[in-house]
Nanobody, 118 residues
Framework: QVQLVESGGGLVQPGGSLRLSCAASGTIFKFGIMGWYRQPPGKERELVATITDAGWTTYAGSVQGRFTISSNNAKNAVYLQMNSLKPEDTAVYYC????????????WGQGTQVTVSS
């Protein structure tokens, strides 16, 4: 069974940095797209950033220039470097992995809390 395990969340002051990591286990296949989503308090889950197995990246406008997504395809791992954090970045961050070859699959981590507060 595929499992995504996140780490790296926590409490940080505004302007600070955090690095989130996500590693997949229980599978030998590779994911076509990996990414990060977040769910702020009282709001719906939203896209933060994605990266394809070819290295193409996309970012939400609110994090462009502050967050950087990267991956290690050999390890089925994805990372999110978050700089210049703002209070509005406070959310539960979820790792996502999509198997884009048939049979397709869509997998989620359990989430990690990021709190930006002074």
């Amino acid at each position: 069974q595929v499992q995504l395990v996140e780490s790296g969340g926590g409490l940080v002051q505004p302007g600070g940095s955090l690095r989130l990591s996500c590693a997949a286990s229980g599978t030998i296949f590779k994911f076509g797209i990996m990414g990060w989503y977040r769910q702020p308090p009282g709001k719906e889950r939203e896209l933060v950033a994605t990266i394809t197995d070819a290295g193409w990246t996309t970012y939400a406008g609110s994090v462009q220039g502050r967050f950087t997504i990267s991956s290690n395809n050999a390890k089925n791992a994805v990372y999110l470097q978050m700089n210049s954090l703002k209070p509005e970045d406070t959310a539960v961050y979820y790792c996502n992995a999509k198997k884009t070859t048939i049979p397709r699959g869509d997998y989620w981590g359990q989430g990690t809390q990021v709190t930006v507060s002074s």
